[in-house]
């Protein structure tokens, strides 16, 4: 069986109108080490090559690559609260408030969160590394989307995607100092920390419940996802898109 090119959401699938995927390393056209579905502008692959896989991932969805609004990423805390499409720079997280636009992050080992609210039609994509999470990035835009679009916590749906598990997720005291008890366990000289547990916590706290936590890693399944920790940074990245199309 050939794998899947998109891994698609459970907890969106009964919402009408609503396009939202992740893509998996498989069935695009880039060469070693970036094989082969790599949707990273930012890599060393070639450009029409990535052009060339964006085409044939959009066409999964029934998207246009130009209906996309991205934004290259900084493991900051900016949000672009967006009706266009397009590609800006400085954002990690992109809230589209327009349907027929598609907000967009790549991700190879940090946490892609997508929120989608069916009653106002706006969604959001995020990019949550360790730097991101800490800076509270997942409730910053739930918050945009509660405060500034009129979106009820009970309404809002979110899904936290492929990211490095805790198990494979090591890090220093410097940056375990950063996260609460309850994400973090120590292992020798060394801490795990769990960056899903601690992006899921800013949901719940703004009383988003309705969350769905994809229990993969990019690690253990990196024949299915990059990871820029597992292939020593010389990899090609995903795609975590949400949108809602045009009724």
Known sequence: MTPNRV???????SIPNLVAGVS?????????PYSSLNL????????????????IFCADLGISPSDLARSYQVHGDKIWVTGRPGYQSGFDAMVSVQPGVFAGVGIADCTPILLADPVTRVCAAIHAGWKGTVAGIVE??????????GSNPAD?????????????FEVG????AHFAEEFKIRKGSKWHVDLKAANAAQLVKLGIQQIEIDPACTVENNADYFSHRKEAGTTGRMLALIGFQVA
């Open 7 to 13: 891994a698609r959401p459970r907890i969106f699938q």
């Open 24 to 32: 998996t390393r498989h069935g695009g056209v880039s060469e070693a």
């Open 40 to 55: 990273g502008v930012h890599t060393d692959d070639s450009p029409e090559i990535i052009e060339q896989n964006l085409s």
């Open 140 to 149: 910053k835009t739930a918050l945009r989307m509660i405060e500034n679009r």
């Open 156 to 168: 809002i749906l979110a899904y936290i995607g492929p990211c490095i598990s805790q198990a494979h």
């Open 173 to 176: 005291d410097e940056v375990a």
